[in-house]
């Protein structure tokens, strides 16, 4: 009797893991169908995990995405899923690099606008490659454009020559 309890106890056991890992695949599975199309392509996935992707992509909601994720949960439990949460952590880890560009790409852009020739000094010492005629120019077309509530083309032309000009130093 002492060890039909023990191997119920493991059948128990064994069916919480199976359950946590097939919700853990249905979330991963939720997550790419979130995607973009340029970023599944980085993923490299296999050609019919893609397509179960592509599919729930295309399901607006309801039970019918909810069927599309389980199916392309069991897809991921066939199949190594390892590679794919690599990938899926190394995009996150690019897009996130992205942003703090950008983030400091804005800053920078904001603090010429704000502060003038002591933030023009200070970038210049960033980055040599900058012309400063050209940046001074470009701080001051935004700054009367501004002033006017005009479209900020001239903002956007200064956010261009700083990202370009922060990419080559």
Wanted: glycine share 4%; hydrophobic share 35%; charged share 35%.
């Amino acid at each position: 009797m002492m060890e039909s309890d023990e191997a119920e106890t493991r059948v128990e056991v064994s069916k919480t893991s199976l359950k946590k890992q097939s919700t853990d695949l249905q979330k991963l599975g939720r997550t790419l169908s979130q995607l973009s199309p340029r970023e599944l392509d980085s993923l490299q996935l296999d050609p019919e995990l893609r397509s179960a992707v592509d599919h729930a992509r295309r399901i607006s909601g309801g039970s019918a995405l909810k069927r599309q994720i389980k199916f392309i949960g069991g897809l991921l439990r066939v199949m190594d899923a390892h590679p794919v949460r690599e990938s899926l952590a190394a995009l996150k880890m690019q897009s996130n690099r992205e942003i703090r560009h950008h983030h400091r790409l804005e800053n920078w852009r904001e603090r010429l606008l704000e502060d003038g020739d002591s933030a023009i000094g200070d970038l210049v010492d960033e980055a040599p490659t900058v012309d400063r005629q050209r940046l001074r120019q470009l701080v001051r077309k935004a700054r009367k454009e501004g002033a006017q509530d005009k479209d900020p083309h001239a903002t956007r032309a200064l956010y261009r020559y700083l990202r370009e000009v922060l990419e080559q130093s």
